[in-house]
C-alpha cells in the first residue's frame, strides 16, 4: 500500500532536463527526506507532485489516483499540502488570516477544530494570531508555513527545506515538531532538505538526489552509516 | 545678491552664488531643450485649402529660458533663507519657519493620524463623510455648481471603489478600466434607444455587459503580471475606445450618442412641461419646478451605487473568494499551494470590478444624455488609478479621500483652465512625498478570534 508512488518521472525547464527518470514511493505514517545538493532537482520534484510545472513523462500516483495530469488545486484538493520553499507566508495578513487561507479547501465547520489543532502544535501562532504575518521571525514564519498547510487537513505533507535560513536551535525546535505531527496524527511527510544529517536522522527512509537521479535509497539510519552520503553531505557538517 | 550671502554665512560653501547660478544654469538649458520644440514652432494656417506654415517663435523661448533662470535662482535664495528661518525657529522654539512647517506637515499628519486611529475612529470619520455626503444637497450653500460637483466626485469615488477590487484588493494592475466604463455607457445608450428601457432595467444589463467583458479581457492575460499585465490593460482600453470611433453604424462614431434618456423618479419624469398623460415629479409632489430636482435625484442615485459598491466590497473581503483575491496579490505560488485556483479567482477580480465600472457607466450615460468616445480616454483609467494608489491600496475611507481631493481640488483651480492639471500634478506629487504608500496603507485584518474563551 502506497500513498504516493512517483514513476519515470521526467520534468524539463524548457530544454533544460531537471528530472531524468525518478522513481519514488512513500507509504502512509511515514516520514521520507529526500536529500542532495543545490540543484539536483529536489524541488523541482516537490513541485512536479503538485503539477507545476507538470511532469512530461512519467506518472505519479496519490491514493491510488492518478494527478499527473492534474491542475495544481485539483491535486491540492485531493489531500497533499505543500509548504513552499522560502515559506511564502503572506506578510500583509495576520497569522490568524494565513491559516485560514490553509483552510480554503476545508470543510468551514472544521475550521474552529483545526486552528486548536495548530494553536497546540505551535502554542507561538496563538500568541501571535493578530500580528501581521511579516513581522514575524524566519522560525516563526516556518512555523506558520507549516501550521497553514496543516489547516487543509491533509493526508500527506510536503515540506521543502524548511530549515532554510534558520538558526540551528531553531531548525531542531521545526524538525522535533514535524516529528510530533507524525507520531500523534501519524501524518505522513514527505521532506526535501539540505540538512541531511537532521533529515536522515528523523525520516524513516531516505532518498538520495545527484543531478534529476535518486541514486541511493534506504532506511534513514543507513544512509546516515553510507560511506559515500557521509563524504558527499556530512563531511564538515557533524 | 551679494547682501543675500552675507545674511546667511551660517551656510556652507556649497551653497554659495557659484553653485546656485550653476543650478539655475542647468535648469535654464534643459527647459531650452523643453522649450525649442514646444514653444519654438507653430503652426499657422492660412485658412482653408491655402495650405500650413511654420512659425518660428524665438521671444517666447528667449523668455521661457529667461524665466526659468530667474525662478531658480530665486527659489533656491528663498529655499535657503526658509531653511535658515526654520533652524532658527527650531532653535528659539516658536519661529515663523516652525509654524510654516507646521502647516506644511499638517496634511499628511492628517492621513497619519487616521491610520494610527483605532478602527473605531476611522469608522467614525466615515461615518461623518457618510452624514454629510447624505446632507449634501440640503446644505443652504450648495448651489447647483457644487451638487454637480459632489455628483462628479461620488462617480469617481464609486470607480475607485470598483477598481480597487482589481487593483486594490486582488493586486492586478489594470490600466484599461475606463473600457468597462465605455461598455457600460454604451450599453445603456443603446439598450435604451432600441429597446425603449429605463435606467433601472439598463443597470443590471450594462453590469452584466461589462463583467462579460471583463472575463473577455480575463482570459488572455490571466497568466501576465505586473508591468505586462499593465500594458495589455492598458491596450485593452484602447482597443474599445478605437472600435468605439469606428463602429459607426452601431455607436454614430466619434459623433457619439445624443437623446439618452434622463432617469425618471419611480416613472415620474423630471421636466418643467411633462408630455400629455404624465405626471412629472414636481406636480406629483405639489412642488415648484427647479432643475436642481433632477441633479439632486442623480446625486442620490450615484451616492446609492457607490455605497451598494463599497457595502460589496466589505462583504467580499470576508469572503473567501475575497480572502483569496487578497491572498493572490501577496503570494500567487502560495496560493497555487493552497488549492487555489487562481485563474478563476483573478476572472472573478475582473468581472466584478468591471461589472461596477458598467454601473457607473450607464450612470454617466443618463446623466450626461451624451457620450462620445472622448469621454472615455486613456486619462480616465489614469485618474481613478491615481484615486486608487493615491488612497493607499486596498483601502476604502481612502478611496474617497483621494477622490475629494484629486477631483475637488482639481475642480477648485477650474479658473486655471488647461493649467488646472499642474494642480492635479501637483497633488499627485505632493501625497506620494509625504506618504508613499498612499493616504491610508492600513489593512483592516478580515478576521479576529473571539470564540471557546479566546480574548479577542
Sequence with gaps: MTLLSISGVHTFYGRIEALRGVDLEIRPGEIVTLIGANGAGKSTLLMTVCGHPRAAKGSIRFDGGDITRLPTHAIIR??????????????????????????????????????????????????????????????EQQMLAIGRALMARPRLLLLDEPSLGLAPLVVKQIFSVIREINERQSMTVFLVEQNAYHALKLAHRGYVMVNGRITLHGTGAELLANSDVRAAYLEGGQ | MAAETADTPQHPPQDGIAAILKDAGIAALISLALALPLFGFRIVGFGSGRGLALEERWDWVVTAVLAVFAGRIALNLWLRRFRAVLAIGGRVGD??????????????????????????????????????????????????????????????????????????????????????????????????????????????????????????????????RGDYLAIVTLGFGEIIRIILINWYPVTNGPNGISGIPRPSFFGLPFAADPPEGTVAFHQFFG??????????????????????????????????????????????????????????????????????????????????????????????????????????????????????????????????????????????????VWRPRGLLAHRDPTIRLHARGEKA
Design chain 1, 78 to 139: 485531493r489531500g497533499i499540502a505543500h509548504a513552499p520553499e522560502g515559506r511564502r507566508i503572506f506578510p500583509r495578513m495576520t497569522v490568524l488570516e494565513n491559516l485560514q487561507m490553509g483552510a480554503t479547501t476545508g470543510a468551514p465547520q472544521q475550521f474552529d477544530d483545526d486552528l486548536a489543532r495548530v494553536f497546540v502544535i505551535f502554542p507561538i501562532l496563538q500568541q501571535r494570531k493578530d500580528q501581521r504575518g511579516g513581522t514575524l521571525s524566519g522560525g
Design chain 2, 95 to 224: 519661529g515663523v519657519g516652525d509654524k510654516i512647517g507646521q502647516a506644511v506637515a499638517a496634511a499628511p499628519r492628517l492621513g497619519r493620524i487616521l491610520q494610527a486611529a483605532k478602527p473605531a475612529f476611522r469608522i467614525a470619520v466615515a461615518g461623518a463623510l457618510l452624514a454629510v455626503a447624505l446632507a449634501w444637497p440640503a446644505f443652504p450653500f450648495v448651489d447647483r455648481y457644487l451638487l454637480d460637483l459632489g455628483v462628479i466626485v461620488l462617480t469617481y469615488v464609486m470607480l475607485g471603489w470598483g477598481l480597487n477590487i482589481v487593483v486594490g484588493l486582488a493586486g492586478l494592475l489594470d490600466l484599461g478600466y475606463v473600457a468597462f466604463y465605455a461598455v457600460g455607457a454604451y450599453s445603456y445608450a443603446l439598450l435604451a434607444l432600441h429597446f425603449d428601457l429605463g435606467f433601472w432595467e439598463c443597470l443590471p444589463l450594462a453590469g452584466a455587459f461589462a463583467a462579460f467583458f471583463g472575463i473577455v479581457l480575463g482570459f488572455p492575460v490571466l497568466r501576465l
Design chain 2, 287 to 432: 412642488l415648484e419646478y427647479a432643475s436642481t430636482q433632477r441633479i439632486a435625484f442623480l446625486y442620490y442615485v450615484i451616492l446609492a451605487l457607490a455605497l451598494v459598491t463599497n457595502l460589496f466590497t466589505l462583504r467580499i473581503r470576508r469572503l473567501p473568494v475575497g480572502r483569496a483575491w487578497e491572498a493572490l496579490r501577496e503570494d500567487e505560488i502560495a496560493c497555487r499551494s493552497l488549492g487555489i485556483n487562481p485563474r478563476n479567482t483573478k476572472l472573478t477580480a475582473f468581472a466584478i470590478g468591471a461589472m461596477f465600472a458598467g454601473f457607473g457607466g450607464s450612470f454617466f450615460a443618463t446623466r450626461q444624455g451624451f457620450i462620445s468616445p472622448e469621454s472615455f480616454s486613456f486619462i480616465e483609467s489614469a485618474i481613478i488609478l491615481a484615486i486608487v494608489v493615491l488612497g493607499g491600496m486596498g483601502s476604502q475611507l481612502g478611496v474617497v479621500l483621494a477622490a475629494v481631493l484629486l477631483i475637488g481640488v482639481t475642480e477648485f483651480f477650474r479658473e486655471l483652465e488647461q493649467f488646472r492639471m499642474l494642480a492635479f500634478g501637483a497633488g499627485m506629487v505632493a501625497i506620494m
